[in-house]
C-alpha cells in the first residue's frame, strides 16, 4: 500500500514557475514508477510526465516537453515535477500516481494516487 500526498500548487503569472511535490509512505517507494498526471475543468485526465523507479528514465506529454521536469529522490520517497515557462492551458488540478514495474502513459495503469494540487496560471 502506498499513500501518495501532493503539495507545492499554486497561483502564478504566465511565464512563471512552480514546483510541485509528492510524498510517499512505505517502505517500498523505489520499487514503483511515478506518473504525474493533471485534469483541467471538463476535461479528462491527461499525462504530464512519468520516471523509472530508479530515476534514470524519464517521458514527458510534448505540451509540456522542454518545460517541466520529472525527478525523484528515493532517500526522501518523494517525487517533483518542476514546471516552468508555465502557460494558462497548464491550469488544472495535478495528481501524482504510483504504478510497480514500468512508467506508463495512461492513467488507468496505476495503482496508487494522491488527492490533487491546484495549478493555476493566470494570464
Known amino acids: 500500500q502506498v499513500q501518495l500526498v501532493e503539495s507545492g500548487g499554486g497561483l502564478v503569472q504566465a511565464g512563471g514557475s512552480l514546483r510541485l511535490s509528492c510524498a510517499a509512505s512505505?517502505?517500498?517507494?523505489?520499487?514503483?514508477?511515478m506518473g504525474w498526471f493533471r485534469q483541467a475543468p471538463g476535461k479528462e485526465r491527461e499525462f504530464v510526465a512519468a520516471i523509472g523507479w530508479s530515476g534514470g528514465s524519464t517521458y514527458y506529454a510534448d505540451s509540456v516537453k522542454g518545460r517541466f521536469a520529472i525527478s525523484r529522490d528515493n532517500a526522501k520517497n518523494t517525487v517533483y515535477l518542476q514546471m516552468n515557462s508555465l502557460k494558462p492551458e497548464d491550469t488544472a488540478v495535478y495528481y501524482c500516481?504510483?504504478?510497480?514495474?514500468?512508467?506508463?502513459?495512461?492513467?488507468?495503469?496505476?495503482?496508487?494516487w494522491g488527492q490533487g494540487t491546484q495549478v493555476t496560471v493566470s494570464s
Open positions: 512505505g517502505r517500498t517507494f523505489s520499487s514503483y514508477a
Open positions: 500516481a504510483a504504478v510497480q514495474g514500468g512508467y506508463y502513459t495512461d492513467y488507468d495503469l496505476y495503482d496508487y
